[in-house]
């Protein structure tokens, strides 16, 4: 994958202020086309002074990666989260967005470890956590019909 303005050199993270409540928050860009590159905005502030969604997904499969463009640098992501990322750009939500795998430094071990401890608090502050359960497939497509039907009884 590759655009003009992008430029192929690994994303590098500015540091978070450990001392206060600052978190990344990634908007996804709009494209007229769904085969073009998925784009990201992501930047450092503080989720009391934000609103945000947080995503909750699986990591897995963490296989095919794609390539996507944060900040206007290459960035792999796992399967599940390029579909998201597609899924939601189609979708129209490039409000802020706080994804665990693209807002935590997962090269940083003490980033890492400072901002898993604080998760509690970051899902507690968002105005909503979306639930991404994957493509829906027939056999996903049946299990909701079944979760619904039951939630009617």
Not at 5 to 29: C, G, H, N, W
Not at 34 to 40: K, M, N
Not at 63 to 79: A, C, E, F, Q, S
Request: hydrophobic share 35%; glycine share 4%; proline share 4%.
């Amino acid at each position: 994958m590759s655009t003009k303005s992008s430029r192929q050199v690994p994303f590098a993270y500015e540091p978070l202020d450990m001392s206060a409540d600052t978190i990344r928050l990634l908007k996804i860009l709009p494209s007229s086309s769904d085969d073009a590159p998925i784009c990201c905005e992501i930047r450092n502030t503080t989720f009391k002074s934000e609103k945000y969604n947080c995503v909750s997904y699986t990591w897995l499969p963490a296989n095919p990666r794609h390539k996507i463009l944060l900040n206007d640098n290459t960035v792999t992501v796992g399967d599940n989260l390029y579909q998201f990322l597609k899924a939601a750009r189609r979708a129209g939500k490039i409000e802020d967005l706080w994804i665990d795998a693209l807002c935590i430094n997962q090269t940083d071990d003490v980033e890492k470890s400072h901002q898993v401890h604080r998760m509690g608090k970051i899902y507690r502050g968002a105005d909503q956590t979306l639930i991404w359960l994957g493509s829906l497939t027939e056999e996903l497509r049946c299990c909701l019909e079944t979760l619904v039907a039951l939630a009617w009884e």
